[in-house]
């Protein structure tokens, strides 16, 4: 590579980098062009460290959003940012990596919400009402899915769909996998006193659902209409075991 090529690529790189120091955060969010399902108003800042009074994504808002992106990491073919969420209903802080050529990340996120908010994405018909924390240690993605690290942390939990309503005080939630490999989601309602301990696997449109629930517990009494279709009854427990097929 001669001189010439050396000092084009420095200065090009030298652009990008220039560019994303001082570019209005709202001008520089137009020359991304988001996706339709990103709505970004009131931006205010820069396109390296800007605001945004309210952040929606696939229909679900938070207000109070904040960014601040890593130019270095263009050089690597990625848009990188650190980013907090100050919304009433939400409270959280993560990174994002966006890639040019590959995969996209989101990691070390640790978030606090009120399960409300994820309402749009619940089947018509569907509530759910509670808390939630979250840590999300990896999500990785492109058209989908392709690998999470994820636990979550629930208290006074209330689903209402149309079989019934469905109540947790505490609730412990773990997903694992790769699209490749499966994904695993393991639920428990007490760590301490389990009386719901279920494991939910996923691979190839295939799902298979296992574990046990105590026939005294609340939420077996809650899931009446549904545990006879499922599981089968042994002793004091409920023994699950369901398999789907897509």
């Given at each position: 590579?001669?001189?010439?090529v050396?000092?084009?690529?420095?200065?090009?790189?030298?652009?990008?980098?220039?560019?994303?120091?001082?570019?209005?955060?709202?001008?520089?969010?137009a020359?991304?062009?988001?996706?339709?399902?990103?709505?970004?108003?009131?931006?205010?800042?820069?396109?390296?460290?800007?605001?945004?009074?309210?952040?929606?994504?696939?229909?679900?808002?938070?207000?109070?959003?904040?960014?601040?992106?890593?130019?270095?990491?263009?050089l690597l073919?990625?848009?990188?940012?650190?980013?907090?969420?100050?919304?009433?209903?939400?409270?959280g802080?993560?990174?994002?990596?966006?890639?040019?050529?590959?995969?996209?990340?989101?990691?070390?996120?640790?978030?606090?919400?009120?399960?409300?908010?994820?309402?749009?994405?619940?089947?018509?018909?569907?509530?759910?009402?509670?808390?939630?924390?979250?840590?999300?240690?990896?999500?990785?993605f492109?058209?989908?899915?392709?690998?999470?690290?994820?636990?979550?942390?629930?208290?006074?939990?209330?689903?209402?769909?149309?079989f019934?309503?469905?109540?947790?005080?505490?609730?412990?939630?773990?997903?694992?996998?790769?699209?490749?490999?499966?994904?695993?989601?393991?639920?428990?309602?007490?760590?301490k006193?389990?009386?719901?301990?279920?494991?939910?696997?996923?691979?190839?449109?295939?799902?298979?659902?296992s574990?046990?629930?105590?026939?005294?517990?609340n939420?077996?009494?809650?899931?009446?209409?549904?545990?006879p279709?499922?599981?089968?009854?042994?002793?004091?427990?409920?023994?699950?075991?369901?398999?789907?097929?897509?």
């Open positions: 590579m001669n001189i010439i050396r000092w084009s690529l420095f200065g090009l790189i030298a652009f990008v980098i220039c560019m994303a120091l001082t570019v209005p955060a709202k001008q520089g969010l020359w991304l062009q988001l996706d339709d399902e990103v709505n970004v108003q009131g931006v205010s800042g820069r396109l390296l460290d800007g605001h945004a009074q309210q952040l929606t994504i696939n229909n679900i808002s938070m207000n109070q959003f904040d960014w601040s992106w890593r130019p270095l990491a263009l073919g990625h848009l990188s940012l650190d980013w907090i969420a100050n919304d009433p209903d939400m409270t802080k993560g990174n994002a990596v966006f890639s040019l050529v590959g995969q996209n990340e989101i990691s070390n996120v640790k978030a606090s919400l009120s399960l409300v908010k994820i309402q749009a994405l619940l089947p018509i018909g569907t509530t759910l009402t509670g808390q939630a924390d979250i840590v999300l240690q990896q999500l990785l492109e058209q989908t899915i392709t690998a999470i690290n994820a636990s979550l942390e629930g208290h006074d939990i209330l689903v209402v769909t149309a019934g309503k469905i109540n947790l005080p505490i609730l412990y939630l773990h997903a694992t996998g790769t699209l490749t490999e499966g994904f695993e989601l393991t639920l428990e309602d007490d760590q006193n389990t009386t719901v301990n279920l494991i939910a696997k996923y691979l190839n449109g295939q799902i298979a659902l574990g046990e629930i105590k026939a005294s517990s939420i077996a009494k809650q899931l009446s209409n549904i545990l279709v499922i599981a089968k009854k042994q002793g004091g427990k409920w023994l699950v075991e369901w398999h789907y097929k897509g």
